[in-house]
C-alpha cells in the first residue's frame, strides 16, 4: 500500500455537509446524521500538520464552498502554503459564487465536478468485501492492491488522520474508531503504522472489490448486508440502500468510465458560473483564473500566466 508521505495529495475534509444527492458518495454525505463542519482552530491544526508535506493539500468536503468559515480557512491556508501546494474540491455550487477571487487567489489546483452528467459513475463503498470475497486470502489480496489506495489519498477529519480517505469517512458513518492525533509529521508513517485502521476499516469497504458501478445521479446507495445491519437504524436515509446480492462483477476495472467527468469541457463549463476558467497545470490539476482582464492588471496572478504561457 501506499504511504501518505508518497501521496500526490493529503484532504482535509472540513465538512460533510453538501448540496448534492449522489448515489454512493465516498463522503456519506446524505447519510450522515448530522453533518460536521471541523470548527476553524482545528482546521488551522491540520494546516500546520502538514508543514513539511512536499505536495498538495487539499481543502475537501462535502462540498467545502458551504463552510461558513471558508474565507477564512482560504486565507489561512495561503498564508502557510505556496498556492502550488493547495488544492480544492468542490462542485462550485450555485449562491457561493462570491468566493470565486478567493479561490483563484488561493489555489493552484482545483478538481472540479458538480455530477450533473449521468455518465459519471460511482463505485459501491459499501458493499464490504469481507462479503463478497470470503476466501481471507483472496479479499486481503484484493485490498492490499486496492485502486483507490493507491491513487487517491490519506485524509484529516474530525475522529483524526487516517492512511486513506475512504476509512476516514467511513468511520465518521459509523461513529467508531479513532484516526490518529492531529500533529506535525503524522504523515511520515509507513504500512506496520496503519495495520489497526487497515483491519478494521478494508473489510467492509469496497473500494477494492470487483463491483459493478452505478450512475452517481441514481440517488441509491449501494450496500452489502451486514453493512445495513450495522447502518440501518444510525442512518438519516435508509431507504436510498439497495442491498446488494453479492454476485462480483465480470469486469470491474471501470476507472476510465470513473474518469468521464475529466472532460475539459465539462469542468471548465461548470467554472464558467462563477465566472472563472481553467488551464492544466504542471501537476496534471486545473489553475483558476478570474475571467476579467480587469483583474489580471492588478493581480500577481497574471504574471505567472504569461511566464507559462506566454500571453
Not at 463478497?132 to 491513487?151: G, T, Y
Not at 474508531?177 to 487497515?198: F, H
Amino acid at each position: 500500500m501506499r504511504t501518505p508521505c508518497d501521496a500526490e495529495h493529503i484532504q482535509i475534509e472540513i465538512t460533510n455537509h453538501c448540496a448534492k444527492k449522489c448515489s454512493n458518495c465516498t463522503r456519506f454525505c446524505t447519510q450522515v446524521k448530522k453533518p460536521y463542519f471541523m470548527p476553524l482552530d482545528e482546521v488551522k491544526r491540520a494546516i500546520d500538520s502538514l508543514d513539511g508535506y512536499k505536495s498538495v493539500a487539499g481543502i475537501m468536503g462535502g462540498e467545502p464552498l458551504l463552510h461558513p468559515d471558508f474565507e477564512k480557512i482560504c486565507k489561512y491556508a495561503a498564508k502557510k502554503r505556496d498556492c502550488r501546494r493547495l488544492g480544492l474540491w468542490t462542485a462550485l455550487p450555485k449562491g457561493y459564487e462570491h468566493h470565486r477571487n478567493i479561490i483563484c487567489d488561493t489555489f493552484y489546483n482545483v478538481f472540479i465536478n458538480d455530477h450533473t452528467r449521468d455518465d459519471i459513475m460511482h463505485w459501491p463503498l459499501l458493499v464490504g468485501i469481507q462479503e463478497l470475497v470470503p476466501d481471507k486470502r483472496k479479499m486481503w489480496n484484493f485490498i492490499e492492491h486496492c485502486w483507490a489506495q493507491m491513487s487517491w489519498c490519506s485524509a484529516i477529519n474530525p475522529r483524526g488522520a487516517f492512511f486513506c480517505e475512504c476509512a476516514a469517512s467511513m468511520a465518521m458513518l459509523f461513529e467508531e474508531g479513532e484516526g490518529w492525533k492531529v500533529e506535525p509529521d503524522w504523515w511520515w508513517r509507513i504500512q506496520k503504522d496503519y495495520t489497526s485502521q487497515i483491519e478494521q476499516w478494508c473489510p467492509r469497504c469496497g473500494m477494492a472489490a470487483p463491483l459493478e458501478l452505478r450512475s452517481s445521479n441514481d440517488e441509491l446507495d449501494d450496500i452489502s448486508p451486514l453493512n445495513y445491519a450495522a447502518l440501518k437504524d444510525r442512518v438519516r436515509n435508509p431507504q436510498r440502500f439497495v442491498i446488494h446480492d453479492l454476485v462480483p462483477a465480470k469486469d470491474a476495472d471501470h476507472r476510465g468510465e470513473m474518469a468521464k467527468y475529466k472532460d475539459f469541457g465539462y469542468r471548465n463549463r461548470i467554472a464558467a458560473r462563477y465566472g472563472m476558467f481553467l488551464i492544466i497545470n504542471e501537476f496534471g490539476y486545473w489553475t483558476p483564473y478570474l475571467d476579467d482582464k480587469q483583474y489580471y492588471t492588478e493581480n500577481s496572478i497574471l504574471k505567472d500566466y504569461q511566464e507559462r504561457f506566454g500571453t
